[in-house]
């Protein structure tokens, strides 16, 4: 049996209805939730971090503390996205962030130009 994901995003929000009262009842069915809440939006949560990051000027290899984003434009609403509307813990966040990062960035030294 194939599961097709390549569905329409009415779909994806009839499941996420029904989903939603059982969300506390399994680990897996939770995970689902948040990610069919997270793909709602053209970003993903990590793409959305990135842009925030390399448009504010901070360095995009790591995520910075809290207080640190919420210093900046935005900053306030990524975070109230983060722990509020996706329920996700800040550390759990990072975590993920750094292995997007690592998956589809390749990272180098920089070089000196002396």
Known sequence: MQLSLDLPKYKWN??????????????????????????????TLNQKIYTFLVSNGLPPYQLPPARKIAKYKGGPGLIKVIRYRLDLSYGDVRDEYSKYIAANYKLTPLEDNQ
């Open 14 to 43: 009839e499941i996420l209805k029904y989903l939603t009262p059982h969300r506390d009842e399994s680990e897996n069915v939770s995970m689902l939730c948040t990610a069919i809440e997270m793909t709602k939006e053209s970003q």
